[in-house]
């Protein structure tokens, strides 16, 4: 099963919205809503976002949001803040109980 | 609030054996589905390995299929991932994270457990 695919690196200026794209196959995003989004701050433990493609999990903002087109899922944050800056992943269901990774955008608030 | 603890994990010789545990508090862990996720700075999240809530099935990424086992004990809220035949290639930070109730996701992560494999 071969990675999804991310941009290595997005930026924007606080206040701004940036959006993070996680390209995979008909085997992958495009056959399930099952792609979850995860936040990852150096030297700590990931954080789930974003769950079944759009939905937020208790406690995470509003400013994270969640789509998906065809074979890409995207991630999106609006009114960028400083501790938004942090490495994102985006992660798929595969079937049988499987599941794949994209291999990791990093944030960086100008 | 849920919490996730590995240990186990340190430096360990090609082709030789590690068992990491994961302590789960928090939540009914007997319910929930468990799976191990390894972080690597080059490759980044890879899953691993995942195991129903009873134990009855378990499902590995085919680069572990083979020589990692997962199991767990319900009575000591306790997840286990057996590491055979390692290899250099499976050098990681290794993650034990919940399955989310609905499924397709991982909602609470632990902190992590290193391990190195080398001469």
């Known amino acids: 099963q071969s990675a999804l695919t991310q941009p290595a690196s997005v930026s924007g200026s606080p206040g701004q919205s940036i959006t993070i794209s996680c390209t995979g196959t008909s085997s992958d995003v495009g056959s399930y809503n099952l792609v979850s989004w995860y936040q990852q701050h150096p030297d700590k433990a990931p954080k789930l976002m974003i769950y079944?493609?759009?939905k937020r999990p208790s406690g995470v903002s509003d400013r994270f949001s969640g789509s998906k087109s065809g074979n890409t899922a995207s991630l999106t944050i609006s009114g960028l803040q400083a501790e938004d800056e942090a490495d994102y992943y985006c992660?798929?269901?595969?079937?049988?109980?499987?599941?794949?990774f994209g291999i990791g955008t990093k944030v960086t608030v100008l | 609030q849920v919490q996730l603890v590995e240990s186990g994990g340190g430096v360990v010789q090609p082709g030789g054996s590690l068992r990491l545990s994961c302590e789960a508090s928090?939540?009914?862990?007997?319910?929930?589905?468990m799976h191990w996720v390894r972080q690597t700075p080059d490759k980044g999240l890879e899953w691993v390995t995942f195991?129903?809530?009873?134990?009855?099935?378990?499902y590995y990424a085919d680069s572990v299929k083979g020589r990692f086992t997962i199991s767990r004990d319900n009575s000591k809220n306790t997840l286990y991932l057996q590491m055979d035949s390692l290899r250099a290639e499976d050098t990681a930070v290794y993650y034990c994270?919940?399955?989310?109730?609905?499924?397709?996701?991982?909602?609470?992560w632990g902190q992590g457990t290193l391990v190195t494999v080398s001469s």
């Open positions: 992660c798929s269901y595969a079937g049988s109980s499987t599941y794949v």
């Open positions: 195991i129903r809530y009873d134990g009855s099935n378990e």
């Open positions: 928090g939540f009914t862990f007997s319910n929930s589905g």
């Open positions: 994270a919940k399955d989310r109730v609905s499924g397709g996701s991982f909602d609470y």
């Open positions: 079944e493609g759009s």
